[in-house]
């Protein structure tokens, strides 16, 4: 897909979301040069929240795919951050919008970080309302990728809301989030991130370079993907876990449900869900970088191949001290240091393209994947109820 034309791709429906796909790697080192021009500003802003109130309620929040953002950043930045300043929670828009009585409280000062592709999704903008009308001290961080978003919009004039953008080809136009994720996802990730600014743009360029090599994997993808299946199962851990999420949600949005999934934990996996194992499944584990945490991903590993019932297993990993020896995909040793969060940008990446050309296989168009019209591209039959609360 990668390498076809562009009157092939039209053909098939996938022009758009192959080379949304493709064009991710580029769009990283464009998100990281936006954040490092506007670095002292979000510094200052964040700085002028936490003078005023000794701990911040912080609110990572969105609907669908831009909700998974947040659950993917929040491991790490719990690890990395002082809760004591931070209380750091993701909620996504849609639990926000039906049980805003259980997040939002008057009395604790709330920064929302809100994630969205085209700012206007109903329970984003019902969100942020929700939040102004509740909470006495709010403050908002919003990561969009249209400036002409109702997001983006509402931040104008507004001193208490900090508007990041996002390069404009991170605004996907084919129906399934791609570089938006991985984009905010990354934004997200630099501005919380305590690490120094030479640090993160080492760390962007290796990001860069895995993605590149990601692209050079498809042959290898698509003999996974030829193979017969009618299931798929991701399992991660931590920030991992979180990206298990979106990883299967690319699957269910490019077959339209023709390809079932289900996501969990290395260790969760046991505890039922393994069940979902039969001859024509196939199962990705996204390998985690802390070598604690890997363990149990190659316990897993292991045991799924000891009980030779799934049609095929794989690791997508970073060598290591230990590795998982069957089959998968392996970057290399200088990715070591890369913290699971920020892997989840390459790693997204095989998952995205497993969807395309699982897509393909089943007959759909990956551009405009719900022949039915059910399912949109921003969500549309929502009401919004009057909140008394």
């Not at 403050?139 to 900090?162: F, M, P, V």
């Not at 690490?195 to 692209?215: D, F, P």
């Not at 040793?333 to 089943?362: F, H, R």
């Amino acid at each position: 897909m990668f390498k076809s034309s562009q009157e092939i791709l039209d053909s098939l429906g996938a022009r758009l979301t192959t080379e949304e796909i493709k064009q991710q790697p580029g769009l990283w080192d464009e998100t990281y040069s936006f954040y490092q021009q506007k670095s002292e500003e979000i510094q200052t802003f964040l700085q002028k929240i936490t003078d005023m109130h000794s701990q911040i309620r912080v609110i990572f929040t969105g609907a669908g795919t831009s909700a998974y953002v947040g659950d993917t950043i929040l491991p790490y930045l719990k690890e990395k951050l002082d809760e004591g300043k931070w209380d750091l929670q993701s909620v996504p828009t849609t639990t926000l919008v039906s049980n805003p009585y259980q997040y939002l409280k008057a009395n604790i000062p709330t920064l929302l970080v809100s994630f969205a592709r085209s700012g206007n999704s109903p329970e984003s903008v019902a969100a942020v309302e929700l939040a102004q009308k509740i909470v006495t001290n709010f403050y908002q961080l919003t990561i969009t990728c249209a400036q002409d978003g109702e997001l983006a919009k509402r931040s104008d004039g507004n001193e208490n809301n900090y508007l990041l953008l996002m390069p404009e080809k991170a605004n996907d136009q084919g129906f399934a989030m791609t570089g938006s994720y991985s984009c905010m996802t990354l934004a997200a990730l630099l501005i919380f991130d305590p690490l120094s600014i030479e640090e993160k743009m080492k760390m962007v360029k290796k990001l860069c370079l895995m993605g590149e090599n990601v692209i050079s994997m498809e042959d290898n993808i698509q003999k996974i993907v030829d193979t017969d299946f009618e299931r798929i199962i991701y399992l991660g851990a931590g920030s991992l876990e979180g990206l298990t999420r979106e990883a299967q949600l690319k699957i269910l949005e490019l077959t339209a449900g023709q390809v079932v999934t289900a996501f969990d934990s290395p260790l969760g996996f046991r505890h039922g869900p393994k069940s979902f194992v039969n001859e024509r499944a196939l199962v990705f584990v996204f390998v985690s970088n802390h070598p604690y945490t890997r363990q149990y991903d190659l316990d897993i590993l292991n045991e799924l191949k000891q009980d030779d019932i799934a049609n095929y297993i794989c690791a997508i990993q970073v060598e290591g001290e230990t590795n998982y020896f069957g089959d998968g995909f392996m970057f290399g040793s200088e990715a070591q240091s890369i913290p699971d969060a920020y892997l989840a940008l390459p790693y997204i990446m095989v998952g995205q393209t497993i969807a395309l050309l699982s897509s393909i296989k089943v007959g759909n168009k990956p551009d405009t994947p719900s022949p039915t019209g059910t399912v949109n591209r921003v969500v549309k039959g929502v009401t919004i109820h009057k909140y008394c609360g």
